[in-house]
């Protein structure tokens, strides 16, 4: 059974500080996806992570993943108050077994 | 990417009732997912729903108190039924759809149950 783990689960953070989410999942994959949760709202895709070795970068965020140590980080650079968030993490198993399996989720809290 | 609407938005049922909920989609899609998010809680896949085909379940999730339907290619519901206060949740539908990176997961706005 694939298990996605994340840490830290809350994370404060003063403005323009940088931080790292972190991102583990149990079974051998190559698919690996970010998800923006605002309160009462709906998941955004951040990040799309295909292959060992990505690295995608948006704004002052930046996602990669190393499949081989099946990790993935969120990286948050000079944070600012719009990032305030939950952030997921989540993995599939490929071509025809795509159902998600989400991380427990990183609430962020930026403050000035 | 795909755009995804759900209805309804919100609702406040008594318990031993049933809802269903729409999930409507701009363009044809092969898959759709049913998942539900507990109050401050991650996301769990309840279902994947294919058209043509039963609704495949995940564990700890069943038919008879989670059915769903797809009649084509752009639509599909999912009922709650006999509803008690813990299926109080936020139920949210996805597509499958390619982008220009690959195939990617869109998700509707969900549909925020409450339930007395």
């Not at chain 1, 709906?42 to 992570?49: A, D, I, N, Q």
């Not at chain 2, 039963?54 to 752009?74: H, M």
Request: some cysteine.
């Amino acid at each position: 059974e694939l298990k996605v783990e994340q840490n830290p689960l809350f994370l404060s953070m003063q403005e323009g500080k940088n931080y790292t989410i972190y991102c583990n999942y149990s079974t051998t994959s190559d698919r690996l996806y970010w998800y923006r949760q605002d309160p009462g709202k709906s998941l955004e895709s951040l990040f799309v992570l295909l292959s060992n070795g990505a690295v995608k970068q948006e704004g002052r965020l930046m996602a990669s993943l190393d499949t081989k140590a099946r990790l993935s980080t969120l990286h948050i650079t000079a944070a600012v108050h719009d990032l305030s968030a939950t952030y997921f993490c989540a993995v599939d198993l490929g071509f025809g077994n795509e159902k998600l399996t989400f991380g427990t989720g990183t609430r962020l809290t930026i403050i000035p | 990417s795909a755009v995804i609407s759900q209805k309804p938005s919100r609702d406040i049922c008594q318990r031993g009732t049933s809802l269903t909920i729409q999930c409507q989609v701009d363009s044809q899609v092969t898959m759709m997912f049913w998942y539900r998010q507990q109050p401050g809680q991650s996301l769990t896949l309840i279902a994947t729903a294919n058209q043509g085909s039963e609704a495949t379940y995940e564990s700890g999730f069943v038919i008879d108190k989670f059915p769903i339907s797809r009649p084509n290619l752009t639509f599909s519901t999912l009922t709650v039924s006999n509803m008690s206060p813990e299926d109080s949740s936020i139920y949210l539908c996805s597509v499958l759809s390619g982008t220009t990176v690959g195939n990617e997961q869109f998700f509707g706005p969900g549909t925020r149950l409450t339930v007395l």
